[in-house]
């Protein structure tokens, strides 16, 4: 009798090989295929400023490790034997994206639906999830929102990341040298840092995407952080909420948001919604394209998002 295995590859070495050239695929210059082009974009020009890189490669030097202690200490961390069902979320959209697996920790924080990665290129990645995001989000929705984190990790955020973070909220100002870091911030840089910032959140926005196969439970995971992750969730109307994008895109108040890390909820709804219509999308699955469907092109997808993530520009819907 044949042995049924004989047919299939059980090769490590092939293994590794068939998922280094599936990955590969997805990297043009070592940048995701996903990436959302203003990200990359302003990034770099950040970058080229003399010292700005240095400068955040020194505050997440310091911070990364302190953080991981004191999650060690005060939050729950994720694994096979505690929240099982996250620690498979988390293992599914690494090896999806080609990241190692992060550590995740639920963090007791009862008040906030939040979430948050620490990534730098030295020290393992670290997601944090606040207990009120697990309680209130549905299975689906959580893996949207891990599925982002590693979109963070897989893109080399980190250190952008907390620049932002100490120019909005003064994390890490009791770091030596991080206050005279930040008072090296000139304005522009520190709008230019914002504004990447946002555009950052389109990138990984489309790594949950990606890794749930599905946009739905991005854009309901949007709705509940605009409501505040009511318990009563299906108050919540996609529809009803998009139509307040209307009086957002036409009004002055719409300013604020440059000062804002976060695109407002309404613009990465639209955005996600675009990402389903896009070509990336399907090359990450190509099972669930459907015949004669016309798609845009990455450039064209790009294009569409700036005009809706844009603060000035406003596309209309
Ligand atoms: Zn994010």
Same mark, same amino acid.
């Given at each position: 009798m044949m042995n049924p295995t004989n047919e299939i590859s059980v090769s490590f070495s092939e293994y590794l090989r068939e998922r280094s050239t599936r990955l590969d695929k997805h990297l043009s210059g070592g940048i995701p295929d996903y990436a959302f082009a203003a990200d990359y974009a302003t990034r770099q020009k950040i970058a080229a400023i003399p010292g700005v890189f240095k400068l955040g490669k020194a505050l997440t030097s310091q911070i990364v490790p302190r953080q991981r202690q004191l999650l060690n200490m005060q939050a729950l961390r994720v694994g096979p034997n505690q929240f099982p069902e996250i620690y498979k979320m988390v293992t599914e959209c690494a090896s999806l994206l080609g990241i190692g697996v992060p550590s995740v920790f639920v963090m007791p924080e009862v008040a906030t639906i939040n979430a948050y990665a620490y990534a730098t290129e030295d020290a393992e990645p670290v997601i944090v999830l606040n207990s009120a995001l697990v309680e209130r989000l549905t299975p689906r929705e959580i893996k949207a929102v891990i599925g982002h984190e590693c979109g963070h990790i897989h893109n080399n955020h980190g250190i952008y990341n907390i620049l932002a973070e100490l120019i909005i909220?003064?994390? #890490? +100002? &009791?770091?030596?040298?991080a206050r005279e870091i930040l008072a090296a911030i000139s304005l522009p840089l520190r709008t230019a840092i914002l504004t990447w910032g946002r555009a950052a959140e389109i990138t990984c926005d489309r790594a949950g995407i990606i890794c749930c196969g599905e946009a739905e439970s991005t854009i309901s995971t949007h709705a509940k952080f605009v409501s505040g #992750? +009511? &318990?009563?969730?299906?108050?919540?109307?996609i529809e009803a909420l998009l139509e307040q994008y209307d009086t957002l895109r036409t009004?002055?108040?719409?300013?604020?948001?440059?000062?804002?890390?976060h695109p407002a909820g309404v613009r990465r709804i639209l955005a996600a919604k675009e990402f389903m219509n896009s070509q990336v999308y399907y090359d990450w699955h190509p099972e669930q394209k459907t015949g004669g469907a016309v798609y845009y092109s990455k450039q064209e997808l790009d294009s569409r998002c700036a005009k809706y993530v844009s603060v000035t520009k406003n596309q209309e819907r």
């Open positions: 909220n003064g994390i #890490g +100002l &009791l770091i030596p040298g #992750g +009511l &318990l009563s969730g299906q108050e919540t109307n009004s002055p108040v719409r300013l604020l948001e440059l000062i804002s890390t």
